[in-house]
């Protein structure tokens, strides 16, 4: 969950029914009671015209985000992985194979019959 982007979705929601039914939302329980959550979302979502829909989406994409941590977590794995080096044996591998593909266009070359 996107935590910083529901609860920005929570209080909008909290306005919107507020300004529309004239009841507004239990924030912090939206965010941890799933049924609760539910028939929230399906109160704004019958809000048509309003931008009670719009937001019914964008929390449910947020609630399915992953976490700023988690987030955070990827990125800093990806670092680490970008920055190892390749194993030397690798590195000695591709340095023969590379040597072997010259070695093999230059005899070709050098084999061939001259045109004088």
Same mark, same amino acid.
């Given at each position: 969950m996107h935590h910083r982007h529901c609860t920005k979705l929570s209080e909008r929601m909290h306005e919107l029914l507020l300004r529309e039914l004239g009841q507004g939302i239990d924030r912090s329980r939206l965010l941890l009671d799933v049924l609760y959550a539910r028939d929230v979302l399906l109160v704004c979502e019958a809000l048509v015209g309003t931008e009670g829909p719009l937001f019914a989406r964008a929390f449910r994409r947020a609630m399915a985000a992953p976490s700023e941590d988690e987030l955070a977590r990827r990125a800093s794995s990806l670092r680490r992985h970008r920055a190892r080096p390749w194993p030397q044996a690798l590195q000695s591998l591709i =340095? $023969?194979?590379?040597? $072997?593909? !010259?070695? !093999?266009?230059?005899? =070709?070359s050098s084999s061939a019959p001259s045109a004088t």
């Open positions: =340095r $023969g194979l590379v040597r $072997g593909v !010259a070695h !093999a266009f230059t005899s =070709r």
